[in-house]
Structure formats: C-alpha cells, structure tokens
C-alpha cells in the first residue's frame, strides 16, 4: 500500500532486520552484545552496532487501517527489548485518501 507514493505501514510491521532496520549504537546492558563487550572491556560501557527487538507498534491510527490493521502515525511507538523505544516522529505522509 502506498500513500502519496510511499510506502505505508501498520502496527504489525515491526520485525526487526525486516521493517526496522539497524541504526545508531546500543548502550543498554540489557543487551547481550553490549554486555558481553563491556565485560571484555573490563566494565567499561562499550556501545555495539543495534540490531533491534522490537514488539509490535502501539498508538496507530485508530480510523486509517490497511488489511484491517491500524496505521502507523506521528506518535506510534514500539519497544525494544533491550530498553529503547522506537517512535514515529517525523511521517513522510500528512495526509491520507480514500480510494
């Protein structure tokens, strides 16, 4: 589904590697990696390249579904099981049409 020519998604659309991709670095020792590296680095923090864990979004649009799911929209949120939280901040779309 596009709108205004891009793609659009829903609150399902939360596989991590898939629909969101890696970004920044990590910091949380809840995380493995970064823990496993500070470990190594003697307990000092060592930030490791995210790869997300993420639930599905929360907050979607409550009137806009695609295939009967809620859209995301300015605010929509998922979390990360490493302690982070990813956010809708800044939609490519302002506006939406029926077809």
Not at 39 to 59: I, Q, Y
């Amino acid at each position: 589904m596009l709108v205004e020519g891009k793609p659009a998604a829903t609150i399902v659309d939360a596989t991590p590697l898939v629909h969101i991709p890696p970004f920044g670095m990590c910091t949380s020792l809840a995380n493995p990696t970064v823990a496993a590296a500070t470990a190594a680095a003697l307990g000092d923090l060592t930030p490791m390249p995210c790869v997300p864990a993420t639930t599905p979004w929360v907050n979607g649009a409550t009137g806009t579904t695609i295939g009967g799911q809620p859209t995301l929209v300015l605010g929509a949120q998922c979390q990360c099981a490493w302690g982070g939280v990813v956010q809708v901040l800044n939609p490519d779309s302002t506006r939406t049409l029926e077809a």
